[in-house]
Nanobody, 124 residues
Framework: QVQLVESGGGLVQAGGSLRLSCSVS????????VGWFRQAPGKEREFVATISWNSGRTYYTISVKGRFTISRDNAKNTVYLQMNSLKPEDTAVYYC?????????????????WGKGPLVTVSS
């Protein structure tokens, strides 16, 4: 089993920055990817970014590319999502999730473990 605990959500003005952290514990050897998903009110959960736990290779959804950066610190078993140039449409609950699968996970159904998700609110 893998446990994921996020921190770092909150309220920020448009154009501002926030950094989310995801602390990973348990059988991290099971993980191939750790990613971030988000769910805005009344919308489906969507893929934001993911990082290979071993290689560090990263993948982003097009709407956040150039603004968000996913990174990992394997020594601390922590994954980060640095969010810059935030927009009101980035407002959502942000979930950290881990996948055991070999392929690049881009859908909620690809993920095996989930955190509870902090709320990020971007005011205009």
């Amino acid at each position: 089993q893998v446990q994921l605990v996020e921190s770092g959500g909150g309220l920020v003005q448009a154009g501002g920055s926030l950094r989310l952290s995801c602390s990973v514990s348990g059988r991290t050897s099971l993980m191939s990817y750790v990613g971030w998903f988000r769910q805005a009110p009344g919308k489906e959960r969507e893929f934001v970014a993911t990082i290979s736990w071993n290689s560090g290779r990263t993948y982003y959804t097009i709407s956040v590319k150039g603004r968000f950066t996913i990174s990992r610190d394997n020594a601390k078993n922590t994954v980060y999502l640095q969010m810059n140039s935030l927009k009101p449409e980035d407002t959502a609950v942000y979930y950290c999730a881990a996948s055991r699968r070999i392929g690049i996970p881009r859908d909620s159904s690809d993920m095996d473990y989930w955190g509870k998700g902090p709320l990020v609110t971007v005011s205009s």
